[in-house]
């Protein structure tokens, strides 16, 4: 989710839902380590409970990120062992890194001695077109023995040459089969399923097998699902929630974060474009804020705009 998941993105869906556990978008330990900290950690706190997401292979600098991560106040730190982009590679880490289960161990364990908050993994079920159960469910093994107790699991392989990022989300075949494999196997840890969930329905039905769903594209391109999750899945009071009511909210935020960092309201609110997915007006809503004519108006403006395009006056 590099570029998507920033705290404009998460301060919303956290508008979206109370409860549901927000993670950043990869952080690489050369970014924290020799760029600017504070642009790549801060966040709103209202976001909680959110994770921090990190990429690298060096168990020190690893274990260096966790500890701001930690200091800055994240709730969980993560260890990116699924992206298959051929730039992480070049680092030496996402995917790739499923190829070396002890140096996975190594770099968690240097993070769990340095942390108080939970450090957590989140892989693929295997690289390029091995389609090996023992392979996924040793890497684990050798992973939770340095104090992983959470794996959240993609169910699919990442094809490290040949497909882009996006193809790797959808050519390498779904197996849910094998998370649900994984919880059998190791029914103390947590075991939390990724990849092509798209609606609550199906969410519930894999609660059946595993203990957590990861939803990422699909929340995003799709955010109104979250406003659900609540009342289905963490027993809370059906939502009163409307979509007027969160966007008048993001509006003030767009409002404040002008005023405070300088944020062009663009950068907000292209997150929260599909709010009205497949709903009457919502293409000439979604136009309107996508208006870069529209940049030096007030964010209220717009959005009067923007309803009246959704809502034509006879």
Not at 43 to 50: A, G, M, S
Not at 97 to 111: G, I, R
Not at 179 to 193: A, C, G, N, S, Y
Not at 247 to 254: A, G, L, N, W
Request: charged content about 20%; aromatic content about 8%.
């Amino acid at each position: 989710m590099l570029d998507w998941t920033d705290r404009h993105c998460r301060y919303f869906h956290r508008l979206l839902s109370h409860h549901a556990l927000l993670y950043t978008e990869m952080v690489t330990t050369g970014a924290l380590i020799h760029g600017d900290v504070a642009r790549h950690l801060r966040y709103n706190l209202e976001e909680h409970p959110v994770a921090l997401q990190l990429g690298g292979s060096d168990a020190a600098d690893l274990a260096h990120c966790a500890k701001l991560g930690q200091d800055w106040g994240y709730d969980e730190i993560n260890l990116n062992c699924g992206c298959p982009s051929e730039r992480v590679q070049r680092g030496s880490f996402g995917a790739c890194l499923m190829a070396e289960p002890q140096l996975v161990a190594d770099c968690v364990k240097a993070m769990v001695d340095v942390v108080d908050v939970p450090v957590t993994v989140k892989h693929r079920i295997g690289i390029d077109k091995t389609e090996s159960y023992e392979f996924v469910r040793d890497f684990i093994g050798t992973v939770s023995q340095a104090g992983c107790r959470v794996f959240i699991v993609h169910a699919r392989n990442a094809w490290l040459k040949g497909l882009s990022p996006k193809e790797n989300r959808e050519v390498p075949p779904l197996r849910y089969e094998t998370v649900h494999r994984l919880k059998q196997d190791f029914p103390e840890l947590t075991i939390i399923i990724n990849g092509g969930i798209a609606s609550n329905a199906q969410v519930a039905e894999q609660l059946q097998a595993v203990d957590g769903v990861m939803v990422g594209r699909e929340a995003y391109h799709n955010p109104w699902l979250l406003s659900e999750w609540d009342a289905a899945f963490y027993g809370a009071a059906p939502s009163e929630l409307t979509r007027e009511a969160v966007e008048q909210q993001m509006v003030d935020y767009m409002v404040r974060e002008q005023q405070a960092h300088g944020t062009p309201w663009s950068h907000v609110a292209r997150h929260m474009l599909g709010m009205r997915h497949g709903m009457p007006g919502a293409r000439h809503w979604r136009q309107v804020w996508s208006d870069h004519r529209l940049k030096t108006s007030h964010p209220a403006h717009v959005m009067a705009l923007a309803h009246n395009h959704a809502h034509p006056v006879a």
